[in-house]
């Protein structure tokens, strides 16, 4: 850090160094080797410099970024469990509290994680007619595809 009382100062840049192709070399070798600590695959952290082609299909992007994947949902069963834990501590609270009553089934709670790939719908159409021609009650059906009560 410099300082100076002159309001006048400049500070000019002189000299310096040319490029330095192993010092860049280094570098993206050093950048390369704290991804790969990261485990974050380099498609999801906008790395690949080059084109890696069309990845809409869910099963490209289940390949492309297993790795990435796999983190996520370890983290989802670790923190998701506690989160459900701790709303249901809270909620324990606040009936032994007076301030919300609740029976012991209400207070037990669920963490649903919405898929971070794109769903294909139409796959899960015609899942959902397979289920209904095999006897799945209409209503599970319909629940699983999202509808509920108040979406008639």
């Known amino acids: 850090m410099w300082m100076t009382d002159n309001a006048e100062a ?3 840049q002189f000299g310096g ?3 330095n192709p192993s010092e860049d070399a280094h570098i993206n070798e050093v950048r390369e080797a704290m991804d790969k600590t990261s485990a974050v695959t380099a498609v999801a ?5 080059s084109k890696v082609g069309n990845l809409t299909s869910e099963n490209a992007l289940r390949i ?3 790795g990435l994947l796999a983190k996520t949902e370890k983290k989802r069963i670790t923190y998701g469990k506690g989160i459900e834990r701790v709303v249901e ?4 609270a606040l009936h032994v509290a007076g301030v919300l009553e609740t029976s012991e089934d209400e207070r037990r ?3 649903h994680w919405p898929s971070p790939l794109p769903e294909d719908e139409s796959q899960r159409l015609r899942d959902a007619e397979v289920k209904l021609r095999l ?3 209409k209503q599970r059906v319909l629940a699983e595809l999202g509808y509920g009560e108040s979406d008639d």
């Open 135 to 137: 006897g799945v009650p």
């Open 10 to 12: 400049t500070i000019e």
């Open 109 to 111: 709670v669920r963490l």
């Open 64 to 66: 492309t970024m297993m």
């Open 45 to 49: 952290a906008g790395l690949l410099r």
């Open 89 to 92: 501590l809270v909620l324990h």
């Open 17 to 19: 160094d040319g490029p």
